[in-house]
């Protein structure tokens, strides 16, 4: 049995199908990226494994490390180590980036970290993402770039130590420097402890990250699987060249 097993997952927002039967199996030590065109249902399932009440799973079960995630709420989710980098990540105002950070660390780790430690490691970790030491007083996400943006999610991701990280469109946005940086602040968490899922609309990251399995959804299914060569072909062909390969009538 995979850590992150999804079997015929179908999920609606606003009572309208998007998840028409998923299914997708990510082990600890893998990394595995989900491609598709805008709209095929790619932040949905983010969202459904992360727990999002926005979406309603009607049907199909997401199993993490042999727990049926989907009878869970979000915060005992990321206590069982799963983390979700938001496509659109939301602002705080009036929360500093260092107390959300601690509070999020304290509250996943179930402990009180002592301030001093929280604060070399936050420090620390920040450097190794050339993220300036005057975000520690801004307000979460409150007039980040969207660059900036995306360098906090890789933060909070390296602070909670997930095991299994879902990250949403994490290279939109980024210019090929920015592009970079938070690349190999994914590749510093990756390790035998955890699975990484990285949705993309692009293969651009894929230069960056070396996936072991490549998926690409349309309409809210799993239609095409394969190795890097597949994100190679979406490259070269686009996602047209994949619909009239796999014979999709979308
Ligand atoms: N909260 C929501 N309410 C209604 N429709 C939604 C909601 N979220 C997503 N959708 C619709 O579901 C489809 C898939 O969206 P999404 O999962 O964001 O796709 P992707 O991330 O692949 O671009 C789109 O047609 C979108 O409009
Ligand atoms: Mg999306």
Do not use: C
Request: proline residues 4%; aromatic residues 6%; hydrophobic residues 40%.
């Amino acid at each position: 049995m995979a850590d992150l097993e999804i079997r015929d997952l179908h999920v609606e927002a606003d009572d309208t199908p998007i998840l028409r039967g998923v299914d997708l199996d990510l082990d600890k030590g893998k990394t595995i990226a989900l491609m598709g065109p805008n709209g095929s249902g790619k932040s949905t399932l983010a969202y459904a494994i992360a727990g999002h009440p926005a979406y309603d799973i009607t049907g199909g079960t997401i199993t993490w490390k042999g727990t049926e995630l989907t009878e869970l709420t979000p915060d005992e989710r990321a206590r069982l180590g799963v983390f979700l980098a938001m496509q659109y990540p939301v602002e705080v105002p009036g929360v500093s980036l260092t107390n959300f950070l601690r509070t999020a660390v304290n509250a996943v780790n179930e402990e009180d970290v002592p301030v001093r430690e929280f604060m070399q490691r936050l420090r620390s970790e920040m450097a190794e993402l050339g993220v300036d030491d005057s975000f520690l007083q801004r307000s979460v996400n409150e007039g980040f770039s969207g660059g900036e943006k995306k360098r906090f999610e890789i933060l909070q991701a390296a602070l909670l130590k997930p095991e299994l990280a879902v990250l949403d469109e994490t290279d939109s946005g980024l210019d090929v420097d920015a592009l970079r940086i938070v690349a190999e602040g994914v590749n510093r968490l990756s390790g035998p402890d955890l699975g990484v899922l990285i949705i993309t609309h692009y293969t651009r990251i894929l230069r960056y990250i070396t996936a072991d399995e490549v998926h690409v959804m349309f309409e809210g299914r799993i239609v095409a699987s394969g190795g890097a060569e597949l994100a190679d072909e979406l490259e070269q062909g686009g996602y047209d060249k994949i619909r009239a390969e796999h014979g999709v009538s979308v």
